[in-house]
Every structure is written in structure tokens, then in C-alpha cells.
């Protein structure tokens, strides 16, 4: 049979095969780093849609609340002018009826 390597070549032939593995194992870790930080940038990205679809949620609901506030406000408005008015109706009525009965 053929000669047996020397303990160098042996010694190089391993350390080679070693750094292959070592490299190897990281291409592979660098893959699942990449894989993961896409993962993490498309968690990030729903969560930013999601933001913003809350933000504009809010918005609109905010912009609905202040509308109402602007409409219940006119109502009472209307409301008070319309009690001031039967107010005024009422005395203006006693007064007549103050004045009939002095007329009795």
C-alpha cells in the first residue's frame, strides 16, 4: 500500500478540513441571522402599519367626538334661546293677564 502521510500534511490536511466546517457553520449562522432579522424587520414593519392604522383610527374618531361636542353645544344653544323665548312668553302672557284683571 501507499505510504502513510506524514504527521504534518496529516496535521494541515486537518486544520484545513476544520476551517472548512468553521466556515461552513457560520455561513449557515449568517444565513439564520439574515433570516431572522428579516423576520424581526417584518414584525416591525406590521407593528408600524398597525400604528398607523390605530393612529388614523383615533384620528377619526377624535375628529366624530369633536363634532359632536360642536353639535351638542349648538343644540344647547338653541335649546336656551328657545327657553328664553317661552320665558319671555309666559311673562309677557301674565303681564296680559295682569292687565285683564285690572281691567275686571
Known sequence: GGRAPSAPVL??????HEAQVRKNSTLVDIDDIHRVA???R???D???D???ALKSQTDLECGKLQ????D??????EEES???ELRDQVRESEASKRRLEKLK
Request: net charge positive; no cysteine.
Open 11 to 16: 496535521a494541515k490536511t486537518l486544520s484545513t
Open 42 to 44: 417584518a414584525a416591525v
Open 72 to 77: 351638542l353645544r349648538a343644540e344647547r344653544k
Open 38 to 40: 428579516a423576520q424581526a
Open 82 to 84: 328657545t327657553r328664553a
Open 50 to 52: 398597525a400604528i398607523t
Open 46 to 48: 406590521d407593528m408600524e
Open 67 to 70: 363634532q359632536e361636542v360642536v
